[in-house]
């Protein structure tokens, strides 16, 4: 039986963790700021971004799992299954919208339509 007489220089792995932790801090700083200084049309991708990054860094150096190679694989096939139901899902539900005429996303285009104003009670 061959044991693993490894050691840790734990003063080199504080420093990566902390250079973890600073780079999570500066994505959050980034996450309140980008709104407001770039990408202003496209929050929504941007903000999805930062915080798939955040994510992956918790997971791969707080949770240790940074030499694992299961869980990349594991990761993108998780991806692929949850990306075909979505498709499958709202394929069907937009190919059986109900409330075509009434939706103000896809009714007829009311460009030019006044709308009636509230009636006083």
Do not use: C
């Not at 061959?2 to 220089?9: A, G, S, V």
């Not at 694989?73 to 299954?81: A, P």
């Not at 069907?92 to 009714?107: C, L, M, R, Y």
Request: glycine content about 6%; cysteine-free; overall charge negative.
């Amino acid at each position: 039986m061959d044991t693993n007489n490894t050691t840790i220089d734990y003063k080199k792995e504080r420093v990566a963790y902390y250079k973890v932790l600073v780079g999570l801090l500066l994505l959050t700083a980034v996450t309140f700021i980008q709104p407001h200084l770039f990408m202003t049309e496209s929050t929504f991708l941007a903000q999805m971004t930062i915080a798939v990054i955040k994510a992956w860094l918790i997971i791969m150096y707080y949770m240790h799992l940074k030499g694992d190679s299961l869980i990349g694989v594991m990761g993108i096939f998780s991806l692929v299954i949850v990306a075909t139901f979505m498709v499958i899902v709202i394929g069907f539900d937009v190919a059986n919208f109900q409330f075509g005429a009434e939706s103000h996303i896809t009714g007829p285009a009311s460009a030019g339509v006044e709308h009636a104003t509230p009636v006083q009670h």
